[in-house]
């Protein structure tokens, strides 16, 4: 794998890594970073699978607590999630 096949991959890490910090399932999580950065829903996949694999304890009890949430809660618009994955895209265009 070449550096900017490594490189892409650690951005789709760190996206999901964004998204989870706002509670958002596996499939918001690939819906949104489709949506709005334009990254095909089978590598988040895949990447979210592995962060699993590597985090089991971690993923047990994330989706422990995201079952137990409303639909309401800590939930963000389509908006501000818009905008949210559009600052975390430029932020990571940044840092390289």
Known sequence: MG????AYIH???HLIEKCLIFHMS???CMEAL???AAINPV???TVWNELEKENKEF???YRTRT???TKDDDRMSETET????????SDSNDSD
Do not use: C, G, R
């Open 43 to 45: 590598i988040t996949s």
């Open 34 to 36: 489709s949506k709005h």
């Open 3 to 6: 550096d900017s096949s490594s």
């Open 67 to 69: 079952q137990h949430q």
């Open 26 to 28: 596996k499939e918001e």
């Open 11 to 13: 951005m789709v890490q």
């Open 82 to 89: 818009s905008k949210l994955i559009q600052k975390m895209i």
């Open 59 to 61: 993923f047990e009890a």
